[in-house]
């Protein structure tokens, strides 16, 4: 099968905006739910005309990813017309849907990043996205590397909550190599004309790009080396090999390399680079696919099995994504309850206005950016507030989640941008050390680092050329104090060199910080002032 559509998490905000001319071919009407189910649609629903897929030789797997606690849909509007996009009350619906093709054979899968980037999600820590996912009937979620911000106490919390399986089969406990007590390495899932194993991968990176109190006494196993070691062992209890990763960072890349290493998947369901196949990839015989993220697309995978052998005979032109759009079939009231109470709850603190841009302020994680500099402006004013006589502010562009676009901007939306709950945090930090850091900044696409109070320039080979802090050149023995946040001072991010400052002070949450700025300065309208430049 061909890729129709691959995108990054950047290109991903351009399939969104192209969002309404899919949909004619994307979506089916609506039909009835599952007697088994807690909720059901209203009666006289029309169920599907699909009998094609009940001649008792298919199974199909309906998958999400990257959720990031979204439980709210979007609402776009254009010239002639507006819509709803996602929203996991919406998801629910097209899952009913879909499910009513092959009610006793099918899958449903989350491959992770399920609940962190939302206030209301974030509120409780996930507990609702949980909870909305046990009355979705998922059957299974892996680990991504978001779902451990809150600690691994949380993840338990979470694990003795839901009626599916958190699976991670290569996080393991660093002294005895067991697997963790909040996570199963694999599952079973008998469909009846197949049984269908499923080895989850959370992210190996996970340790470099979460806060090292949260990875404490836990090791990642490389993702290869994992799956070889259980799949002999699934192999005896399953017909069919699923694999849910949550482990790209560029489309698809590292699952097909996994599939080129590891022989015998059948399938797998990718996660983490939000990355939007319309079709899905095969590679060495393994079909991977991956639905974007936001609940803006529910993917489903159609697998024919062989009823002889059990084995999947074919899956040619199975693979499809189905577009989240309100409205166009029955949502399930018990999801939508969720969401509305949640949302009530929220809406006295997100609704309140902070301040206002005259300017768009779109996202970019690469490289200096008006947005980038908001923050790390807002970042440099709070620690200097606090009496810390900082003078660099640093904050890493992979946290910033959100564009800002003109007009009013709510404290919702500020927290859409800095979803993750970081502190601001002062430290003392040595001139060689920053230049350290800006060094380990830096990719092909520009450095991950938004910066206040200094610059830096840097040749594509990755080597510092000029550094200055308040309009002097950097001294490398001088100790400066930099204001940055909890999560790189502990040596996220692959920031090790943080983690060796000294004299580390706590403040109040980043989104706090960039909010009491924009109420203090408001209409803003930030311009790229030359901060980071590449030579």
Same mark, same amino acid.
């Given at each position: 099968?061909?890729?129709?559509? +691959?995108? +990054?998490?950047?290109?991903?905000?351009?399939?969104?905006?192209?969002?309404?001319?899919?949909?004619?071919?994307?979506?089916?009407?609506?039909?009835?739910?599952?007697?088994?189910?807690?909720?059901? !649609?209203?009666?006289?629903?029309?169920?599907?005309?699909?009998?094609?897929?009940?001649?008792?030789?298919?199974?199909?797997?309906?998958?999400?990813?990257?959720?990031?606690?979204?439980?709210?849909?979007?609402?776009?509007?254009?010239?002639?017309?507006?819509?709803?996009?996602?929203?996991?009350?919406?998801?629910?619906?097209?899952?009913?849907?879909?499910?009513?093709?092959?009610?006793?054979?099918?899958?449903?899968?989350?491959?992770?990043?399920?609940?962190?980037?939302?206030?209301? +999600?974030?509120?409780?820590?996930?507990?609702?996205?949980?909870?909305?996912?046990?009355?979705?009937?998922?059957?299974?979620?892996? =680990?991504?590397?978001?779902?451990?911000?809150?600690?691994?106490?949380?993840?338990?919390?979470?694990?003795?909550?839901?009626?599916?399986? !958190? =699976?991670?089969?290569?996080?393991?406990?660093?002294?005895?190599? +067991?697997?963790?007590?909040?996570?199963?390495?694999?599952?079973?899932?008998?469909?009846?004309?197949?049984?269908?194993?499923?080895?989850?991968?959370?992210?190996?990176?996970?340790?470099?790009?979460?806060?090292?109190?949260?990875?404490?006494?836990?090791?990642?196993?490389? #993702?290869?080396?994992?799956?070889?070691?259980?799949?002999?062992?699934?192999?005896?209890?399953?017909?069919?090999?699923?694999?849910?990763?949550?482990?790209?960072?560029?489309?698809?890349?590292? $699952?097909?390399? &996994?599939?080129?290493?590891?022989?015998?998947?059948?399938?797998?369901?990718?996660?983490?680079?939000?990355?939007?196949?319309?079709?899905?990839?095969?590679?060495?015989?393994?079909?991977?696919?991956?639905?974007?993220?936001?609940?803006? !697309?529910?993917?489903? =995978?159609?697998?024919?099995?062989?009823?002889?052998?059990?084995?999947? #005979?074919?899956?040619?032109?199975?693979?499809?994504?189905?577009?989240?759009?309100?409205?166009?079939?029955?949502?399930?009231?018990?999801?939508?309850?969720?969401?509305?109470?949640?949302?009530?709850?929220?809406?006295?603190?997100?609704?309140?206005?902070?301040?206002?841009?005259? &300017?768009?302020?779109?996202?970019?994680?690469?490289?200096?950016?008006?947005?980038?500099?908001?923050?790390?402006?807002?970042?440099?004013?709070?620690?200097?507030?606090?009496?810390?006589?900082?003078?660099?502010?640093?904050?890493?562009?992979?946290?910033?989640?959100?564009?800002?676009?003109?007009?009013?901007?709510?404290?919702?939306?500020?927290?859409?941008?800095?979803?993750? $709950?970081?502190?601001?945090?002062? &430290?003392?930090?040595?001139?060689?050390?920053?230049?350290?850091?800006?060094?380990?900044?830096?990719?092909?696409?520009?450095?991950?680092?938004?910066?206040?109070?200094?610059?830096?320039?840097?040749?594509?080979?990755?080597?510092?050329?000029?550094?200055?802090?308040?309009?002097?050149?950097?001294?490398?023995?001088?100790?400066?104090?930099?204001?940055?946040?909890?999560?790189?001072?502990?040596?996220?991010?692959?920031?090790?060199?943080?983690?060796?400052?000294?004299?580390?002070?706590?403040?109040?949450?980043?989104?706090?910080?960039?909010?009491?700025? &924009?109420?203090?300065?408001?209409?803003?309208?930030?311009?790229?002032?030359?901060?980071?430049?590449?030579?």
């Amino acid at each position: 099968m061909s890729t129709i559509a +691959s995108t +990054s998490c950047s290109t991903v905000r351009s399939l969104r905006n192209a969002f309404a001319l899919v949909l004619a071919a994307l979506l089916i009407g609506a039909c009835q739910y599952l007697p088994q189910q807690v909720f059901t !649609f209203p009666a006289g629903a029309p169920a599907p005309t699909l009998a094609a897929t009940r001649d008792g030789e298919h199974i199909q797997i309906l998958h999400t990813n990257d959720i990031h606690g979204r439980m709210e849909p979007e609402r776009l509007s254009g010239s002639n017309s507006s819509f709803e996009r996602g929203g996991i009350a919406n998801l629910a619906g097209f899952i009913v849907q879909q499910r009513a093709r092959l009610p006793e054979r099918t899958l449903v899968l989350d491959a992770g990043d399920t609940w962190q980037g939302s206030f209301i +999600s974030n509120a409780n820590k996930g507990a609702a996205m949980v909870q909305a996912m046990n009355l979705m009937g998922y059957d299974a979620q892996t =680990l991504g590397n978001h779902d451990f911000d809150w600690g691994q106490d949380v993840l338990r919390a979470r694990a003795s909550e839901a009626r599916f399986p !958190f =699976l991670a089969a290569n996080v393991v406990d660093a002294v005895s190599g +067991s697997v963790v007590p909040f996570a199963k390495p694999y599952l079973v899932k008998d469909l009846g004309i197949t049984r269908v194993g499923i080895i989850g991968i959370a992210n190996p990176g996970t340790p470099a790009i979460n806060k090292p109190a949260n990875m404490s006494g836990l090791r990642f196993l490389a #993702a290869a080396e994992t799956v070889r070691r259980y799949l002999p062992e699934v192999r005896k209890l399953a017909d069919v090999i699923v694999v849910m990763t949550h482990m790209s960072q560029t489309g698809v890349e590292e $699952d097909r390399q &996994l599939a080129r290493e590891v022989s015998g998947i059948d399938v797998i369901v990718s996660a983490h680079s939000h990355t939007a196949l319309q079709n899905a990839v095969v590679e060495n015989g393994t079909t991977i696919v991956q639905a974007g993220a936001y609940a803006d !697309f529910l993917g489903r =995978l159609d697998l024919t099995i062989d009823p002889a052998t059990h084995h999947v #005979a074919a899956v040619a032109g199975a693979s499809e994504l189905i577009a989240i759009v309100g409205g166009k079939v029955p949502v399930p009231a018990e999801v939508a309850k969720i969401v509305a109470d949640r949302a009530a709850e929220a809406r006295s603190v997100t609704s309140r206005v902070v301040g206002r841009t005259t &300017l768009d302020l779109p996202l970019v994680t690469r490289g200096e950016s008006a947005l980038g500099d908001l923050i790390a402006d807002a970042m440099l004013e709070y620690c200097r507030g606090q009496g810390w006589s900082s003078d660099v502010a640093l904050y890493n562009g992979a946290g910033i989640r959100s564009a800002i676009p003109p007009g009013d901007v709510t404290y919702g939306k500020v927290y859409e941008v800095l979803p993750f $709950d970081d502190l601001v945090v002062g &430290l003392d930090l040595t001139g060689q050390q920053l230049t350290t850091i800006y060094t380990r900044s830096l990719s092909d696409r520009g450095a991950n680092l938004a910066i206040s109070g200094a610059t830096f320039s840097y040749q594509p080979s990755g080597t510092i050329t000029t550094a200055t802090v308040g309009g002097a050149a950097i001294a490398p023995a001088r100790t400066y104090h930099v204001c940055t946040i909890d999560y790189l001072a502990l040596g996220g991010d692959g920031q090790s060199t943080f983690a060796s400052g000294k004299n580390l002070v706590y403040g109040d949450i980043a989104a706090d910080a960039v909010a009491d700025y &924009l109420t203090k300065h408001s209409p803003v309208s930030p311009r790229l002032e030359a901060r980071i430049v590449a030579r």
